[in-house]
């Protein structure tokens, strides 16, 4: 039962940034440039970051020899996505870009 609870709280957070992108980056690009705009920064941005953060908390564990070490880069990194989206401009409320 406690896996079944742990999956579903994880769902829960994992839908509410997988809900938005999509959303935020259409408002981000104009029609034509749209389809590779959004490609190109998603898998861009989950295959660098999502690629090399294992090897970079395994070296942060390794050279500081606390385990949590990897926190610190979780933090570093949202506080760079806060930063991030404070800064787009929310468009929600405009026509999508031609």
């Known amino acids: 039962m406690g ?3 742990v999956q579903f709280v994880l769902m829960v957070l994992l ?3 997988l809900g938005a992108a999509p959303a935020m980056f259409v408002e981000l690009f104009p ?3 749209r389809l590779s705009g959004y ?3 998603y898998n861009l941005g989950l295959g660098g970051v999502g690629g090399v953060t294992p090897m970079c908390a395994t070296w942060l564990i390794k050279a500081s020899g606390m385990f949590a070490a ?3 880069l979780l933090t570093a990194a949202a506080a760079l996505a806060c930063v ?3 800064w787009i401009r929310d468009g929600s409320r405009e026509p999508l870009p031609d």
Do not use: C, F
């Open 70 to 72: 990897p926190a610190g």
């Open 84 to 86: 991030t989206v404070l």
């Open 39 to 41: 490609s190109v920064a």
């Open 15 to 17: 839908a509410v940034p």
């Open 31 to 33: 029609a034509r440039d």
């Open 3 to 5: 896996a079944i609870v």
